[in-house]
């Protein structure tokens, strides 16, 4: 049995708001990998190893964004650098909420593979 219209539309929505900002969400696993957290300048040279270009100016942005959100926090040093810390337990959250859509996905994409296969055959 094929989803309704309603439920791919849902499903997509919720898919969107997830991957929205993948920048973000690569920003939030590194920084998860530290338990006792991050510098600033470590997620910079990091994001740049990944992506490829400089983040000057708007990695604070999705920093800011990402604390907004209180998904991280901000420590400042003796110092004055910022050293970033994941809430944890918001950090599982998202992540349970993820593998959950990605389930649903997969569970579509065998249908529609299904469906594929049947129609154009091997």
Same mark, same amino acid.
């Given at each position: 049995?094929?989803?309704?219209? @309603?439920?791919? =539309?849902?499903?997509?929505?919720?898919?969107? &708001?997830?991957?929205?900002?993948?920048? !973000?969400? #690569?920003? +939030?696993?590194?920084?998860?990998?530290?338990?006792?957290?991050?510098?600033?300048?470590?997620?910079?040279?990091?994001?740049? @190893?990944?992506? =490829?270009?400089?983040?000057?100016?708007?990695? &604070?942005?999705?920093?800011?964004?990402? !604390?907004? #959100?209180? +998904?991280?926090?901000?420590?400042?040093?003796?110092?004055?650098?910022?050293?970033?810390?994941?809430?944890?337990?918001?950090?599982?959250?998202?992540?349970?909420?993820?593998?959950?859509?990605?389930?649903?996905?997969?569970?579509?994409?065998?249908?529609?593979?299904?469906?594929?296969?049947?129609?154009?055959?091997?």
């Amino acid at each position: 049995m094929s989803p309704t219209d @309603d439920e791919v =539309k849902a499903r997509r929505i919720k898919w969107r &708001e997830l991957c929205r900002s993948h920048t !973000e969400h #690569d920003i +939030l696993y590194y920084i998860s990998s530290y338990p006792d957290g991050v510098r600033e300048t470590k997620i910079k040279t990091y994001m740049q @190893d990944v992506f =490829k270009y400089s983040f000057q100016g708007s990695i &604070e942005t999705h920093l800011k964004k990402l !604390e907004v #959100d209180g +998904l991280i926090s901000k420590e400042r040093t003796r110092s004055g650098a910022a050293i970033w810390h994941a809430n944890q337990s918001l950090v599982i959250e998202m992540v349970e909420k993820e593998r959950e859509v990605l389930k649903q996905r997969e569970s579509e994409l065998r249908v529609f593979y299904s469906y594929l296969i049947d129609m154009y055959g091997n």
